[in-house]
């Protein structure tokens, strides 16, 4: 899906925890990426202890609990991401897991490889539909996210993540 490279990279910075690095980038991406002005206003005028506060409240302390894709799916789907992540020439070095939603962001970002996402569709969508559920602005996050994404055609198996080209 080409020219959604900024969405992607702006969403991935939306997904982390919002400590000074968001922060000082909220004025670019509130800029670079209309499609997120629901969550960017609201970050811009919410308080930055209630912003973490209500991050930690929805992701957990480092967004483990609630931003992994490969969730429930065993150890195969990180594996075969980080494979994924060096046929492109890029080596996963952070301590967050390969299936980390904010890393397959970004990496959809600078390759524009969006087989990580569509394979892990199902999985996007059972969070879109929690944090609406929740009332949280990140939803709009992942309703920007989803609305990129060629629709789902009946009988379609998504793989949890896939191969290597």
Do not use: I
């Not at 002005?37 to 209500?54: G, Q, Y």
């Not at 080596?91 to 600078?110: N, S």
């Amino acid at each position: 899906m080409p020219g959604f490279e900024v969405l992607y990279q702006a969403a991935a910075l939306c997904l982390t925890y919002p400590g000074d690095d968001f922060l000082a980038r909220l004025p670019l991406l509130r800029e670079a990426a209309p499609q997120l002005r629901e969550f960017t206003d609201h970050a811009a005028v919410t308080a930055p202890a209630e912003l973490a506060a209500h991050y930690v409240r929805v992701f957990g302390e480092d967004g483990e609990d609630g931003l992994r894709l490969g969730r429930g799916r065993g150890a195969a789907a990180p594996a075969r991401l980080s494979d994924l992540y060096r046929a492109h020439g890029l080596e996963f070095t952070g301590e967050e897991r390969p299936d980390f939603l904010p890393a397959v962001l970004e990496f959809t970002a600078r390759t524009g490889n969006t087989d990580p996402l569509t394979g892990h569709r199902d999985a996007l969508e059972q969070l879109r539909a929690r944090l609406t559920g929740l009332g949280t602005p990140y939803a709009c996050v992942l309703d920007a996210v989803c609305a990129t994404l060629p629709p789902a055609l009946p009988g379609d198996l998504t793989d949890p993540v896939p191969q290597p080209r």
